[in-house]
């Protein structure tokens, strides 16, 4: 199996092939992470061919000193972030539904055991963006802090901070009150 490095070198001498290699490779990575932010199936499809397409434009500027996955995951975040700031975002109002995308959420020791999937959802749902980008990828998608820190290009002391204030908020949301009232 060729590795990243390879099919990127293959990718810039004109190979489609290597590219499909590439983009099998890492397509679920980048849908996933899409999809849980989004929670519409349909606009993480088109948001990942969006950073497929990001990702084959701006190949020529990847370096090897990182890691491919990490480089691809940056441009995902920013790919969000842009669609979050775009015109078919306020029409759509993020009204869409989740489907069981959180079963796997590794944080079921801040809720209790009689919350539906639902609820956890709208919780994290509710965040701030940042938070709910590092909750998605620390708990999700399995990201170390370190790892978030470099994607999101903040301290890693920052992604501490935001998974401690998350969960703080969670808590707060899940037991019953706003995150928002004084404790």
């Known amino acids: 199996?060729?590795?990243?490095e390879e099919l990127i070198a293959e990718i810039l001498k004109g190979s489609q092939a290597a590219m499909e290699v590439l983009v099998k490779r890492y397509?679920?990575?980048a849908f996933a992470f899409i999809y849980r932010?989004?929670?519409?199936?349909?606009?993480?499809?088109d948001l990942t061919q969006e950073v497929f397409i990001r990702v084959l434009k701006a190949l020529q500027s990847y370096r090897e000193s990182s890691r491919f996955e990490h480089w691809l995951m940056k441009i995902t975040v920013n790919c969000c972030r842009d669609y979050f700031r775009s015109r078919e975002f306020a029409e759509k109002n993020c009204s869409a539904e989740f489907e069981d995308t959180y079963?796997?959420?590794?944080?079921t020791d801040l809720?209790?055991?009689s919350l539906s999937r639902q609820e956890i959802k709208d919780a994290i749902l509710s965040l701030p963006e940042e938070q709910k980008e590092t909750v998605i990828l620390y708990f999700?998608?399995?990201y170390k802090i370190r790892e978030i820190s470099k994607l999101m290009s903040v301290k890693e002391s920052t992604v501490?901070?935001?998974l401690h204030q998350a969960s703080m908020k969670l808590r707060k949301i899940l037991s019953g009150g706003e995150y928002g009232e004084k404790q």
Do not use: I
């Open 103 to 107: 079963a796997q959420l590794n944080v």
């Open 111 to 113: 809720f209790q055991e």
């Open 1 to 4: 199996m060729p590795t990243d």
């Open 160 to 162: 501490k901070s935001r």
């Open 27 to 29: 397509y679920k990575t």
């Open 140 to 142: 999700c998608n399995g």
């Open 37 to 45: 932010k989004l929670g519409d199936y349909h606009t993480a499809y």
